[in-house]
């Protein structure tokens, strides 16, 4: 379930885009002014993407933090891995986007190992 506060802004900023379409579709039935119609394109652009964005931020943001708890609960100190969680738990909240899905990635990979330790044992 995501955030009301962030469902409303996503609306907010369809809402805009839907007008910004809208927009467009005048402008090519006036035949306007090229420049200006790639303009408006590139404002829909942007829009959609920062919306895009906020969205994945979310649902990355939460699916690493959650995994981040999990490995951590399940490290019992002495893992090997207890620097590697550590270092991901505190840059956490920090992390772009991009770097979310990759430290995802890495998380599961500690996690399978810390998995692996836990059975040995």
């Known amino acids: 379930m995501l955030p ?3 469902t409303q802004d996503i609306k907010t900023r369809l809402t805009i885009i839907r007008g910004q379409v809208d927009g467009l579709i005048k402008m090519l039935d ?3 002014d090229h420049a200006n119609i790639i303009n408006q394109f ?3 652009n942007s ?3 920062v ?3 906020l969205l994945l931020d979310e649902v990355y943001r939460k699916a690493l933090a959650i995994k981040i708890v999990e490995v951590a609960d ?3 100190g002495n893992c090997g891995n207890e620097e590697k969680i550590e270092f991901i738990k505190k ?3 920090s992390f772009k986007i991009e770097e979310l899905v990759k430290k995802l990635k890495e998380i599961d990979k500690i996690g399978e190992g810390v998995d692996r ?3 040995k044992k």
């Open 51 to 53: 919306a895009y964005e």
């Open 30 to 32: 006036k035949e306007s």
């Open 74 to 76: 399940a490290c019992p």
């Open 47 to 49: 829009g959609l993407d």
């Open 91 to 93: 840059q956490f909240p």
């Open 4 to 6: 009301t506060d962030l």
């Open 117 to 119: 330790h836990n059975k």
């Open 42 to 44: 590139k404002a829909v």
